[in-house]
C-alpha cells in the first residue's frame, strides 16, 4: 500500500477529485496550506510599498491506495494537472506498512 501527499494548486482541486474517484480511491483527506517551493513566492507593490509574499496557498490531498492504484493516480495527475509553470505542486510516496479498520477489526488492504 501507499500513501499518496499530493499538494497542488488549489484551483486543480476539482480535476484531482475526479482522478482520484476514477481511480476508486477509496478515502481522501483534504487540508488547506500555505506554503513555498522553488519560486520562492513573489514581491508585490501596494501603495508604494513592496511587499514579499513567500507563503503561498496551496491545497494537501491524502489519500492511502494499493501500490497499482497509487501509479495509475501519479500518472494521471501528472498529465492532467500540469500547468508547466513553477508551484505546480508536489507529490509525496510513502509506503504504508498496515492499516486498521477501527469499526471492524480489519488490516490490510481491507481496511481501506
Do not use: W
Request: charged share 30%; proline share 2%.
Amino acid at each position: 500500500m501507499k500513501k499518496l501527499e499530493i499538494v497542488i494548486r488549489s484551483e486543480k482541486l476539482e480535476e484531482l477529485k475526479k482522478i482520484l474517484e476514477g481511480c476508486e480511491a477509496n478515502g481522501v483527506m483534504i487540508s488547506n496550506i500555505m506554503g513555498y517551493g522553488n519560486q520562492k513566492g513573489y514581491t508585490q507593490t501596494y501603495r508604494g510599498t513592496k511587499y514579499v509574499v513567500n507563503l503561498l496557498p496551496k491545497v494537501k490531498v491524502e489519500t492511502v491506495v494499493p501500490e497499482d492504484v497509487a501509479e495509475n493516480i501519479i500518472d494521471q495527475v501528472v498529465k492532467e494537472i500540469t500547468t508547466g509553470n513553477y508551484g505546480d505542486g508536489k507529490i509525496f510516496v510513502y509506503d504504508v506498512q498496515d492499516v486498521v479498520r477501527i469499526r471492524t477489526g480489519e488490516h490490510g488492504e481491507n481496511a481501506l
